[in-house]
């Protein structure tokens, strides 16, 4: 079915599935931390009220309207579409216990993309999450304040009843406050953010239970936060815009809290796994980008594995190629390969963007011997099982198109698990 006329219908019925149930729609985007937002918000919200949120990548205008029919994609199959369409057309008229909140995450590739999904969805509260100078999916953007303009459709469109979720820590987004209508809600962790994060603490010690722990103050009140699992500063942002919608929603910080505990890491989000060999693997695969690469080498480098020996066990970076950053590619891979060399022992590059990352990496000072390059992740792959001993820590990072993924199945101690603990495990990615 032509993608064209398969938009026009998935927004025909999803117009006409939100004006028949009338759910609170909840609209997050930014250049990073989308889903994680998402996810902290669905947690908060799921015990106290009937939500929904996207699955998967459906951020898209294919993605979008299926989370409003409840519905999931059909590949390339006509007979599947249509089966699909026709019963998204039966639930407008009938759909059991229909969520009372939609939570839908919205990407944008180019100019018009957040503009598109917001002239049919309507949201009660816009979620930004940050910008970043470089940010991911640029490639169609003239730059960064490119970006923050398509972005700001979400919450140019609200009412003057809704709410702008605003990361006050990001000078893009918190410039947003001027175009939108709606009541303002910042978070960050500047004491001048409406809900404030401080005191925050990592749990780095013992890597078979990492953590959090940070105070939150809003208004005078303040409550304790800890988190397993999670362990990256930036994390936090998408903690403090899940409890900042929690209380637009007048849940109590002492429950919103509560509510956190159940926020795991997301597959191929900076989750840490049992690695062959003794080793640990930090799994970032499900994309990349300037912003989102920095701060998982920091994480690297803050972490230490001791081997039996007592001695520190080795860092490696195994990072593909960020994608779709268009003139901003070799700039942008020569600032990781930079940060490289301050935080890893070892790199190695895969893709063909990637040999800039290498080569800045050995400007500053990564010996010729430890720059490692592939053309691509199954090499990579295949070299770091005979390459890494125990005690080292494995970071493993790239866009999606490089599959970095499977370099995570080649290491893993649990490879039965890798439907479960992976991210692109389908059998729609298994021919790819």
Known sequence: MPKKILCFILKILARATLWRYKPLVIGVTGSVGKTAAKEAIYAVLKEKFGVRR???????????????LGQISCGDSVWRWLQTLLIGFFEILYAKNYPKILVLEMGADKMGDIAYLTDFIKCHVGVITAIGEIPVHVEFFQGADQVAKEKANLVRGLDKGGWAVLN???QRVRAMARKTPAQIFTYGFDEKADLRASNFEQRLDDLSDVGMSFKVDYQGSNVPVRLSGLCAQHQVY?????????????????????????ITPYPGRLRLLRGIKKTWIIDDTYNSSPSSSLKALELLGRMSNLRTDGEPGRKIAALGDMLELGAFSEEAHRKIGANVAKAADILLAVGEKSIFMADEAKKNGLAQERAWYFADSEDAGRELQDMIKEGDIILVKGSQGMRMEKIVKELMAEPERAKELLVRQGEEWESR
Do not use: C, H, R
């Open 238 to 262: 998408a903690v403090l815009a899940g409890m900042a919608v929690g209380l637009i929603f007048k849940l109590n910080l002492v429950e919103i809290a509560q509510a956190l505990k159940s």
């Open 168 to 170: 006050y820590d990001d």
């Open 54 to 68: 996207n699955i998967k990548n459906y951020n898209n205008e294919i993605g979008a309207p299926l989370t409003i």
